[in-house]
């Protein structure tokens, strides 16, 4: 299982790379090809079950749902301003988009929108 998400995350840094060598998009074949096995092994190991992510982010499935564009624009949008999108910098802005984009609404949740009522049952 480690060595399966370890090519993948190898893949996704070399992603860039690949593109530019071949000059077509063969890295975003190989990416979306190596996440399945890699997605699926995840799921399957120990620590998985043990530290409870899936059930996590099913738990919170709606708030992330519905937060997870928002998050995303506000990091953009001064990204780009920066000119942040090209390169070895686009290379980490993108996962960490991801991984902001899942944790934050889960962190508004649990400390902001669970004081109101109101909102904490419509947020799920």
Not at 62 to 70: C, D, S
């Amino acid at each position: 299982a480690v060595c399966l998400v370890t090519v993948f995350a190898a893949s996704l840094l070399m992603m860039g790379s690949v593109d530019k060598l071949m000059g077509d998009t063969t890295g975003k074949l190989v990416i979306g090809l190596l996440s399945i096995p890699a997605l699926w092994s995840l799921t399957m190991t120990r620590a998985s079950a043990r530290w409870g992510v899936l059930e996590i982010m099913g738990k919170y499935t709606l708030i992330i749902y519905l937060l997870h564009a928002p998050i995303i624009a506000a990091i953009r949008l001064p990204a780009a301003k920066l000119n942040c999108f090209s390169g070895t910098a686009f290379d980490i802005l993108f996962p960490l988009m991801v991984v902001l984009g899942i944790v934050i609404p889960i962190f508004l949740k649990k400390k902001f929108f669970s004081r109101f009522q109101w909102v904490d049952r419509i947020t799920g």
